[in-house]
């Protein structure tokens, strides 16, 4: 167990808490990447095979712990992203049937 890598877990894990929080609070995609939060994902997955086949230690968890929060903020994104979407969409709906009564006036 390093701990050097303890402490970049629990550094880079505070994070995820606050990123969370404001993808709940918010509903806000902006200034998020679906790919970026990919690629972490897919960092912690590695770190986490890692420790299962060549130096199985109690860090694992924290590989999981991030990992599992990621992976949250994944789902939050997709959810909140599918949320604007069907904002424009109605938003274009409703411009649309405004222009189609200005028409036939």
């Keep these: 167990m390093s701990v050097f890598e303890i402490t970049m877990l629990v550094c880079f894990g505070a994070a995820w808490p ?5 993808s709940l609070r918010t509903r806000a995609v902006a200034g998020k990447s679906l790919f970026f939060l990919i690629i972490v994902f897919v960092g912690y ?3 986490i095979l890692h420790k299962l086949i060549f130096h199985y230690d109690l860090v ?3 590989y999981g712990l991030n990992a599992l929060m990621v992976g949250i903020d994944i789902v ?3 959810r909140n992203r599918l949320y604007h979407v069907r904002r424009s969409l109605e938003e274009a709906a409703r ?3 405004g222009a189609a009564q200005e028409a036939a006036k």
Aim: hydrophobic residues 60%.
């Design 95 to 97: 411009a649309e049937r």
């Design 76 to 78: 939050l994104y997709l």
């Design 45 to 47: 997955m590695a770190g």
């Design 18 to 22: 606050v990123s969370i929080y404001k």
């Design 60 to 62: 694992i968890f924290l």
